[in-house]
C-alpha cells in the first residue's frame, strides 16, 4: 500500500520496533473514551516507511484544536524511521489520500466548529517549526496573504496560478 499523508497515526505503546524506541506513545489504557475499531493500520510511504497496527477513536487534540471520537491509527511495528525525531504522522492532505476508515482531522474539526476557517499555516525553521491551525500568526509576516483555490489532484493539494516570491525573486510559478 502507498499512501500520501492524510492519515493521523501515533505510535503504541506496544510497538517494539527500534524505530519507536525514542517516540512518544500512545496507550488506550490510560483513557476513558479510547474505544478499538474493527479495522488495522496498514500504510506505506515513498520513502520507505511502513507501519502497520491498529485503530482507535478517542479524543484528539492538536495545536490547541479537539476533536472527539476522531479515527486514527496506532503503529505497533514500524520500519524505515530511524533517526526520525518525530513520532508519527498528522495528515493534512485530502480524503482521497485516506486509508483509514476516516477523514482528515481538519474536515472534522472544521465541521465541530472546532476551527472557525479551514486554513493552515507553518512556520518552518531549523528549531522550532510550529503549525497553526485555524489561521496564521500575523506577527510572523508582513504585507497580506493571497489567497488561491484548491482544486484536488489525486488526492494531493495542488494550486493554480500562484508563485512563491522570496524578496524581490521569484521562485516558482504554479500553474493548472
Not at 21 to 38: A, D, G, L, M, W
Not at 61 to 90: C, H, N, P, R
Request: charge should be negative; charged fraction near 15%.
Amino acid at each position: 500500500l502507498a499512501a500520501g499523508s492524510s492519515d493521523l497515526w501515533i505510535p503504541s505503546y506496544t510497538c517494539t520496533s527500534p524505530e519507536c524506541k525514542s517516540k512518544h506513545k500512545y496507550n488506550p489504557n490510560n483513557s476513558s473514551t479510547s474505544v478499538r475499531r474493527n479495522d488495522t493500520l496498514n500504510t506505506g510511504y515513498g520513502d520507505g516507511t511502513r507501519v502497520s497496527g491498529s485503530v482507535y477513536s478517542d479524543t484528539v487534540v492538536v495545536a490547541g484544536v479537539e476533536v472527539k471520537d476522531y479515527t486514527f491509527g496506532v503503529a505497533e511495528a514500524m520500519t524505515g524511521q530511524t533517526g526520525v525525531s518525530e513520532d508519527g504522522i498528522l495528515g493534512l492532505g485530502l480524503p482521497g489520500l485516506m486509508t483509514l476508515p476516516s477523514v482528515p482531522i481538519l474536515y472534522r474539526a472544521v465541521t465541530e466548529k472546532a476551527m472557525q476557517k479551514y486554513i493552515f499555516a507553518f512556520k518552518l525553521s531549523k528549531n522550532h517549526s510550529e503549525l497553526y491551525l485555524g489561521g496564521t500568526d500575523e506577527s510572523l509576516y508582513t504585507g497580506d496573504i493571497e489567497y488561491h483555490p484548491l482544486m484536488e489532484h489525486r488526492g494531493f493539494w495542488q494550486i493554480g496560478n500562484a508563485s512563491l516570491s522570496v524578496g524581490s525573486t521569484v521562485s516558482s510559478t504554479i500553474g493548472v
